[in-house]
């Protein structure tokens, strides 16, 4: 059985991060380990939140990991916090990789062509020499466009979208997976780098934004991926998982989507 940590806040209320890659990794049969980074309440889409940085702690929790000889086969970073937390994720990966380990990162820092409230450009910076050691990135079109430097646009044509991944290529060798490309079709998908030629895979856009979507995302798809999926078919499987969650989702329900209902079939491996 795969073992995999992964690295994110947690959020006491409101679906995301450790609250939602944990219940989705474990439901795909996947041994889920969690590097908590911060406590919040809530998350920051609410109107207020308190915060409790959880960094000094992970001195504690590497050494005891490595007095009882603890390693991964996979990571999956998410919202991190602040920008310290990128090197002691080197760390964490220098210390506690089992062979072959694969690190996948989602630089969640913004959206929407604006970065989330208490990140600046030194967080972007920061993730910016992270996703260095990764070997699959899930940044959105925002997060892209941070990390290059590129001007944020709303209507993301295929042009747009090659200029930021070949811009990316530049700073990472990791497989590179833009996700909510919107066209001006009503169409929404994700971008997969290819040396030659881009790729994008076209889903249906729904009327409705959804926070919390992507953390989604980012576990369907790393659980698929992890148990041999592939790349694309995980994608495929991610985006339609996330639809599946919108339609589901209760109106009303404005601070993330009812996961919960679709988690239930995705076992399908036993
Ligand atoms: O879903 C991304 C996310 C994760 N964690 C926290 C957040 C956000 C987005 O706003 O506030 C705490």
Redesign the pocket.
Known sequence: MKKILTMQ?L?CVGQ??LTVALPILSAYGIETCVLPTAI?SN???FKSWSYLDLTLEIDNIFREWKNNGFKFDAFLL??LGKKELASVAEKCFDEFSAENAKIIIDP?FGDNGKL?GGFDLDYVAAMRKLIKRADIILPNVTEACFLTGTAYRENHDGYFVCELEKELAKLTDAKIIITGVESNDGMIGEWIYGKKQGEILWHELLPVKK??T??IFASVFTANYLLGKGVHNSCNIAAKFVSDCIKKTDQGHFYGVNFERILKRTNTNE
Do not use: P
């Open positions: 806040d959020s995301c991060s919040l998350h920051t889409m998410g919202y969640v989330y926070h919390g992507g953390d």
